[in-house]
């Protein structure tokens, strides 16, 4: 028999099967991941939030896949064509393929022409040709003639000749063959090995398709494909400017019908016994093999890998915003200074808003220093006032349309006034709009207009970009590659997973977030968020965690699985500014009974924390792993995983394209990574691309081993191409700009082959130009 669910998740993640089980118990309770990753450490083994997230998601499949087995075994039953084997088969099946592959015989469909051939009582002659080729067909064929008559299922044409006859029977050996699982698991197997996808530009759509230029005259084996550039084919083939097909490796063209069986055919043949023997049946089940193959095998199967291929590199495209999105949210925060939002424009004029420490709005103006009213003094005059009357420390400018010349404008105002202590920050302004137009955002800003709510996003996602960036929709923020051809259902299930695991991994002061943020704790939800800030506006702050208790719907199960995340800070007890959970409270009582101490004595006592022993203080409820835990805790109380606060310094001079030049070094900050590289903005209102190949002086499998968005990192300028405004980057500053008529990627694969050869590392080639080929994957 198939392993047992938790079985087979615990081989998957390799775990014991007792700790998949316990997650899958707290999890059918209602627990969240990231309570169970940090307070049920004891009942799961440890199991981390990224073991979890991959269990919470395999379950869902392995229980769809057991509901779907017994549907299919009824459907079975209820036909009466179950056997013991078949029976066997199906309980067996590891996957939905192989479930499916073993149904398909039996699967509700339209009348076929086999089973009109059947009705017809051409079963025996398909039988008597298979089993015995030195019958002749056509002589054979004339025993089965019948006219015209009725059936239940309607009128069947009957069998007026021999070649009606022969065609019947032909149709009845191809449904038998295309619906042998077997082979079809064969067949797939080898198809994994040896497809070829190809496209070729659909013709009079060169010009409108010329995005899609790479792919014009494109083939790659299936196995081979990257998830970019499966998704720019499907893209392509989806605004009707590809034609994408699949072929064998070992067909260069279309197989005249004639031709030698090909690989796929010859194992049609094989699985049935079909032979070349000069026997009179050979060549009409040679036919009916080709048949089976090019009508009915070679397009089900190409539209089952062709499928296979799209959800592989969906899966791999959100895994990679999955992963940029999180390193957005764990930014570095500024903390909490007075802040200056500048949101750049030209016509319209910067929209400037100023937030005080708590991001809580102060003031706002609208500045037009660009063209046309070319207001520069009269710009740097109001911004002074305002960062002197509300103490700015932080100037934080959008990196949109004229956010360099808005840069240079703060730039000037902290050359004027250095009594100021100004400090400015470029920072990315994705999703702003989003939430300046939201609804959340008029009630949260009624009084502000719609312009100007994007400047005080962009002054706060400064401040904390965590707190600030929870109120877009994820999909929002703009670090996604072909983020809108995805599952939109999955992309949303796997951002919200990465937004709840980063607010609770960081925690959430209950006194100051919004309704947004404190949405995302572990446990609650929109409506308990927006009762926990009715109830703290009509009563007041939270003195405590206790006082929790009190707001309406959040019941004792809420408040178990989201107290530990949620701070209180300066309340009455210390401990409830930390991670540590109030179950555990009664825990740190026996451990500061037995040091004779109190709590604000102990906490923040490295030596005398360190010195203690987690296994004296545990017992049947709080194992070591809870213990060690809180003595951390207790040794840094609510300690923020984020790194720290630093900036990028864009180079003064270099503010267009044009500026730019070959063997540049600049600093800039990494915008996005995607699967071929890294953007990188680099203050020129364009960013640049490193791609993988220029990013480390070693192998780079994945560019998050290497970078994230929001690192701040130092490029070399490779090549700028001004009228594609495509910029060429290498984070390897011994690299130097190609000479020309060579191409800077196939030097950086040609050295990354020559180096990696050196150490007998297989080296996968790189596609001709696949740096200049890979600017357009992902700003489309």
């Known amino acids: 028999m198939l392993p047992s669910i938790e079985q087979r998740l615990a081989n998957e993640l390799a775990a014991r099967p007792a700790q998949v089980a316990a997650a899958i118990a707290l999890l059918d309770e209602g627990a969240t991941v990231p309570f169970i990753a940090r307070y049920r450490k004891e009942a799961t083994g440890g199991l981390d939030d990224t073991q979890l997230r991959l269990l919470e998601e395999r379950l869902r499949y392995l229980r769809e896949l057991e509901d779907r087995r017994a549907a299919v075994i009824a459907s079975i039953q209820e036909q009466g064509k179950m056997t013991p084997e078949l029976l066997q088969a199906i309980s067996l099946a590891e996957d939905k393929t192989r479930l499916e592959d073993l149904y398909l015989p039996y699967r509700q469909k339209r009348r076929t022409k086999a089973q009109i051939a059947v009705e017809a009582g051409l079963a025996p002659l398909a039988e008597a040709l298979l089993a015995d080729p030195l019958l002749s067909p056509e002589a054979e064929a004339q025993k089965y003639l019948k006219p015209a008559f009725s059936t239940d299922n309607g009128e069947n044409p009957g069998v007026a000749d021999a070649k009606a006859a022969l065609d019947g029977a032909r149709q009845i050996l191809m449904e038998r063959f295309a619906e042998d699982a077997e082979l079809l698991s064969a067949l797939r197997a080898y198809l994994q090995e040896h497809a070829v996808v190809e496209s070729k530009v659909i013709e009079g759509k060169e010009d409108a398709g010329a995005k899609f230029a790479d792919y014009f005259d494109y083939s790659e084996p299936i196995g081979a494909i990257p998830s970019h550039r499966a998704l720019a084919l499907f893209r392509g083939r989806r605004e009707e400017m590809l034609n994408v097909t699949m072929r064998l490796d070992s067909e260069e063209e279309k197989p005249k019908w004639d031709a030698p069986l090909n690989p796929c055919e010859s194992r049609i043949a094989g699985r049935f ?314 825990l740190v009582e026996k451990i500061l009974a037995d040091l004779k101490k109190d709590v604000k004595t102990v906490i923040g006592d490295s030596r005398l924390l360190g010195a203690l022993s987690p296994t004296k203080y545990a017992d049947e409820r709080f194992g070591v792993p809870t213990v060690t835990d809180i003595l951390k805790e207790l040794e840094k109380p609510g300690r923020d995983p984020r790194p720290e606060f630093t900036t990028a310094s864009f180079k003064e001079g270099v503010e267009e394209i044009s500026d730019l030049r070959p063997d540049m070094v600049l600093e800039g900050v990494v915008t996005n990574v995607a699967a071929f590289g890294a953007f990188v903005d680099i203050g020129v209102h364009q960013d640049g691309l490193v791609h993988i190949s220029a990013l480390s002086n070693s192998f780079v499998k994945d560019p998050h081993s290497v970078v994230k968005a929001g690192q701040v990192v130092k490029v070399k300028v490779l090549e700028v191409d001004a009228k594609r405004k495509r910029i060429a980057l290498t984070m390897r500053l011994s690299d130097s700009a190609p000479t020309p008529g060579s191409r800077p990627e196939q030097r950086a694969d040609r050295n990354d082959a020559k180096r990696l050869a050196q150490h007998g590392k297989r080296v996968e080639a790189q596609p001709a130009g696949a740096m200049a080929a890979a600017f357009a994957k992902l700003k489309r």
């Open 273 to 586: 016994g079909v032979a070349s023997k000069g026997r009179p049946a050979d060549k009409w089940l040679a036919d009916t093999v080709r048949w089976t193959w090019r009508v009915k095998l070679a397009m089900h199967l190409e539209t089952e890998l062709m499928g296979a291929l799209r959800e592989q590199a969906e899966q791999e495209a959100i895994r990679v915003f999955a992963t940029n999105l999180k390193s957005l949210l764990l930014a570095a925060p500024a903390g909490s200074r007075a802040t200056m939002g500048l949101d750049p424009g030209l016509r319209t004029g910067v929209k400037v808003a100023v937030v005080d420490a708590t991001g809580k709005v102060v003031d706002t103006a609208t500045i037009y220093p660009h063209q046309p009213r070319n207001d520069w003094e009269g710009s740097l005059h109001q911004l002074a006032l305002l960062a002197a009357k509300h103490n700015v420390a932080l100037v934080s400018i959008g990196n949109g349309t004229a956010s360099r010349e808005t840069d240079r404008l703060a730039q000037d105002l902290i050359r004027r006034h250095p009594e100021l202590k100004l400090t400015k920050i470029v920072v990315s302004e994705a999703g702003a709009s989003v939430y300046s137009a939201s609804e959340y955002a008029s009630r949260e800003l009624p009084e502000l207009d719609v312009s100007l709510r994007g400047a005080v996003s962009i002054a706060r996602r400064l401040q904390d970009p965590l707190a600030e960036l929870v109120k877009i929709d994820p999909k929002s923020i703009g670090v996604g590659q072909y983020q809108h051809d995805v599952s939109q259902s999955q992309l949303a299930r796997t951002l919200d997973a990465v937004v709840e695991d980063c607010v609770n991994a960081v925690g959430v002061d209950v006194n100051t977030a919004s309704a947004p943020l404190l949405a995302r704790v572990s446990g609650l939800n929109a409506s308990v968020a927006q009762s926990i800030v009715s109830h703290r506006e009509a009563k007041g702050m939270f003195s405590s965690r206790a006082a929790l208790r009190a707001v309406p719907r959040l019941g004792e199960k809420t408040f178990e699985q989201a107290a530990g995340f949620l701070r209180v800070m300066a309340g009455e007890n210390p401990l409830d500014a930390s991670a540590v959970h109030p179950e555990s409270y009664p």
